[in-house]
């Protein structure tokens, strides 16, 4: 190969590597700010926050109960009905004796009326819709608690997808000294064959052991990016090309043993509020047989010619209704509002029941976690020992090729086993404090 040609191969590699790490550009996040980022671009807690807003804008539609309703309104008619068109000569206040006239009075003409009027309507007593209004607002509180909740989940959604970036990063660090590792066992096992002193099955089998840890480490570098990627999903990410390095992965340090499930936590507070909405329901829909209250007034003004507003007039009052029978309308939705009620008491202490079923679950899972990570450790130095031992004893011609492989493969696998261990513990743990979290 002439000087001119390596050069250009050189050349190739360099810029395929440069093009490679231009578009995975590498950046380390901490698990604090990819929370914090998740906190305020995630979708779902964006969503959470519309729906919150959406309650509030629900329960302000309720001040009606208390305020007034004013309307105003301009109407011109014209008409040659004899009681409209007199009707029109009282309201301008213009009638004249010659208006009294029997031929007028039985064909008027065409006659124009032109007014202008201000309604008002003013609740004083309806107790079914104060009430719904005290539902209204629970209801609102209800979303007020599931906002809070979805920012609670997306949080242990992003320390779980942090811990399993951890992970990735770990399992690819283990992959790589085993490949280091098995690589000069590779060496070895060629030079001692070179010699003469092992067969060529030996190599092969060292080659395998060297292709399949290869193998291994390119799907480990691929989980590092695809775990990289559901980091920034819930982070709210878009377009990204990041590859996110985060802190090393170690077994968190935080104590659990005090932690017990709450009431007070903000899916369960969620629920709570739901059912005492439905039991407002239930009262108001019953308050809906008792009479309502409520006064009115209208002020017009009337006039022969357009936009004109010679003559006013006033009309107040108090309407006292009580709708006594609706075609059991009124009745069958108390039942429904009962029965919604009943189910969904049923529905809250079935959830509290299992709530409480699964933190403490989750409490042993983690202590389980604890003694598997105590095993994994020792397991982890026994193997470490072991390949040492082996090792000398290859160098020694003491032990066969196959049996420093395994040594070497069940190193290995005892540290990725550890890791996944302490990556379980971890997630294990934010699991537990979501169960356990007092909004």
Partial sequence: MNRKKKFSIVLICVLAASLTASAQKKSYISIDQATDIAAQNNANVQISEWEHKISKADFHQTDAVFLPQISIGYTAVTTNNALNAFGFLL????????????????????TQNYGADISV???????????????????????????????????????????????????????????????????????????????????LNAQVQVNTVESALAKAESNVSNASDGLKLLMGAK??????????????????????????????????????????????????????????????????????????????????????????????????????????????????????????????????LQVEINKQQTSVDQAAEALRILSNRYAEGLTKTSDLLMAQAQLSQQQLQLAQAIMSYNITLYYLNLQSTMN
């Fill in 91 to 110: 309201q301008q206040r213009s009638v004249t004796s010659q208006d009294f006239d029997p031929a007028k009075l039985n064909h008027p003409g065409a």
């Fill in 121 to 203: 309507k003013m609740p004083l007593i309806n107790p079914d819709m104060i009430f719904a209004r005290k539902g209204a607002k629970l209801q609102s509180e209800v979303y007020q608690y599931k906002k809070q909740y979805t920012k609670d989940m997306i949080e242990f959604e992003v320390k779980k997808a942090y811990t399993q970036l951890q992970f990735a990063y770990r399992a690819q660090s283990i992959l790589r000294s085993t490949l280091s590792d098995v690589k000069q066992i590779h060496q070895s096992v060629k030079n001692f064959y070179d010699q003469g002193l092992v067969q060529k099955s030996d190599v």
């Fill in 239 to 368: 377009g990204d090309e990041t590859v996110y390095e985060p802190d090393s992965l170690s077994q968190s340090s935080a104590i659990y043993n005090n932690s017990s499930f709450s009431s007070m936590r903000s899916d369960v507070m969620a629920m709570k509020k739901a059912m005492d909405a439905s039991n407002m329901m239930v009262k108001s829909s019953a308050l809906s047989f008792v009479p309502k209250i409520n006064a009115f007034g209208t002020y017009s003004l009337s006039d022969s010619k357009a936009f004109g507003f010679n003559q006013n007039s006033y009309l107040l009052g108090i309407n006292l209704s009580w709708n006594l029978f609706s075609g059991n309308r009124n009745i069958s939705k108390l039942r429904s509002s009962t029965f919604q009620r009943n189910k969904m008491k049923e529905e809250y202490n079935l959830y509290v029941d299992k709530s409480q079923v699964e933190f403490n679950k989750t409490k042993r899972d983690l202590s389980d």
